[in-house]
């Protein structure tokens, strides 16, 4: 199946822009990029390691995840997932990013138990935050630095220019922290407690993946794109060395 083309425009940061008519293209595209990465990686080798967000625009993405994956045949049993973020809730809770992925995506595909890292909401966050990191290090390659090395990372964006639980305001303490996943305590959006891959940890992936979806979100991006942009999006971006920005929103005027 013909998937939808997008518009793409280089930065000068190493981040790729690409632009959609709309979300379901948009996650459609993305779906199939995705897909790709997976067929490509050996399955023999080691697993191939993936941070995921939750979302609106995530609900698209796992659907087109399932569909494209069943109409492919494509093997998945390589692939282990991680979490960006999660919120301080049970594993049944609504407000879970793992409940979100598990009904949406390793449900429908049969993804094994093992294959899957969630993040335990339900404990005290700075044990479980230490879990999430000892459970990270275990899959994952580490980089001269320690830090463990995703593969891929998908984030999304808020309208705040947030990614992950990484949100505008933060001190040094949050910017600066050295290990791979943090507590956010107090956050702006409710649940108020929240456990999140660190700056450094989402820096130092193979690849950044944003999906920057929803209205209301158009000066949060160009705001990120900006040169020296401090949103925490923009951060990031400022971190990776490769680094693609998925979007249908106006394109921002700094891209001009």
Request: aromatic content about 6%.
């Amino acid at each position: 199946m013909k998937r939808p083309a997008s518009n793409r425009e280089p930065l000068t940061n190493e981040t790729v822009l690409h632009f959609f008519p709309n979300a379901d293209a948009l996650a459609e595209t993305v779906a199939e990029r995705w897909l790709n990465e997976i067929a490509a990686h050996p399955a023999a080798g080691r697993p191939l390691t993936v941070a995921l967000s939750g979302g609106r625009i995530t609900t698209r993405l796992f659907a087109s995840m399932v569909a494209q994956s069943q109409e492919r045949r494509l093997a998945l049993d390589h692939v282990h997932f991680f979490w960006a973020d999660e919120r301080c809730v049970p594993a049944t809770d609504g407000e879970s990013n793992y409940r979100q992925a598990n009904e949406l995506l390793f449900m429908p595909l049969l993804i094994a138990a093992g294959q899957i890292h969630r993040i335990p909401g339900e404990l005290d966050p700075e044990l479980a935050a230490g879990e999430a990191a000892a459970d990270l290090r275990r899959v994952a390659p580490a980089n001269a630095a320690d830090m463990p090395v995703l593969d891929l990372v998908l984030l999304g964006m808020g309208e705040d220019g947030h990614v992950a639980s990484l949100f505008p305001g933060a001190g040094r303490e949050v910017v600066e922290y050295a290990a791979p996943y943090l507590v956010i305590r107090q956050s702006p959006k409710p649940p108020p407690t929240r456990i999140s891959l660190s700056y450094a940890a989402i820096g130092a992936a193979r690849k950044i993946w944003v999906l920057a979806s929803g209205a209301g979100k158009e000066k949060a991006l160009e705001a990120s794109l900006a040169p020296g942009g401090l949103t925490p999006l923009g951060r990031v971006l400022a971190l990776s060395g490769d680094s693609q920005v998925f979007t249908e929103l106006k394109r921002p005027q700094t891209t001009e």
